[in-house]
């Protein structure tokens, strides 16, 4: 079993920045790839990014590539989400994942475990 815990949300104005970070336990010997998803109201879980089992590869949905960056720290069991130039429509819960593969991720499968989420409001 593995347990993710998202901190870092909060409320910010549009042109931004925030970083979320996601601390997993229990079985975290570096078997899997980390990932965040988000949430908006009224809307399906969507995929952000993802992160390979040893960091060297790292995917983005194209609606943040360029603006959001993730990061991996196996030593700490820790993965982080820059997110900058944030928009209105980068408002969401955001959810830390673990999984198979980031390739996987990237469509939504594969995913073993869910963090509780952390809220991301962007003010206009």
């Known amino acids: 079993q593995v347990q993710l815990v998202e901190s870092g949300g909060g409320l910010v104005q549009t042109g931004g920045s925030l970083r979320v970070s996601c601390v997993a336990s229990?079985?975290?010997?570096?078997?899997?790839?980390l990932g965040w998803f988000r949430q908006a109201p009224g809307k399906g879980r969507e995929f952000v990014a993802a992160i390979s089992r040893s960091g060297a590869s790292t995917s983005y949905a194209d609606s943040v590539k360029g603006r959001f960056a993730i990061s991996r720290d196996n030593a700490k069991n820790t993965v982080s989400l820059q997110m900058n130039s944030l928009k209105p429509e980068d408002t969401a819960v955001y959810y830390c994942a673990a999984g198979r593969t980031a390739q996987a991720m990237v469509v939504s499968q594969g995913i073993d475990y869910w963090g509780q989420g952390t809220q991301v409001t962007v003010s206009s």
């Open positions: 229990g079985r975290t010997d570096g078997s899997y790839a």
